[in-house]
């Protein structure tokens, strides 16, 4: 376990990325988002937290805490999955959005964000 002592902090690295992918998207239109993307991206946020928090638990003597976490995560990560699919209007918006205006989607056609065909 000594070798994985400062595994919390590296993880820090791919939330900043995850963060700074999805920044424009969530804050830049953050009155317009409907309720359930909230809900995804404050879900996944902790959910990411936790596993942060997790291999601290693990690697610093606090194994009650890291198994009592786990359990949390774990609801946690479903939630994330079912808001996931709760925001599968947004897909269906942009597939519809693509098709008529096919100019400002680049090279993605219909298929790539539903995937299917018209």
């Given amino acids: 376990m000594e070798k994985y002592k400062n595994l919390h902090l590296w993880m820090i690295i791919p939330m900043a990325f995850m963060q700074f992918g999805i920044f424009r998207d ?20 902790i959910w990411y937290l936790y596993l942060i ?13 890291h198994r009592t976490n786990g359990i949390i ?6 939630g994330v999955c ?5 925001m599968l209007f947004r897909d269906i918006a942009n597939a519809d ?3 008529q205006f096919p100019d400002n989607f680049g090279p993605f056609e219909p298929w790539f964000f539903l995937g299917w065909q018209r």
Wanted: hydrophobic letters at 40%; a negative charge.
């Fill in 26 to 45: 969530y804050w830049g239109d953050f009155t317009e988002n409907g309720w359930s993307v909230h809900i995804h991206y404050w879900t996944g946020t």
């Fill in 53 to 65: 928090i997790q291999p601290y638990y693990a690697t610093h003597g606090q194994l009650v805490k």
């Fill in 73 to 78: 995560g774990m609801f946690l990560a479903g």
């Fill in 82 to 86: 079912i808001t996931a699919l709760s």
């Fill in 97 to 99: 959005s693509s098709a």
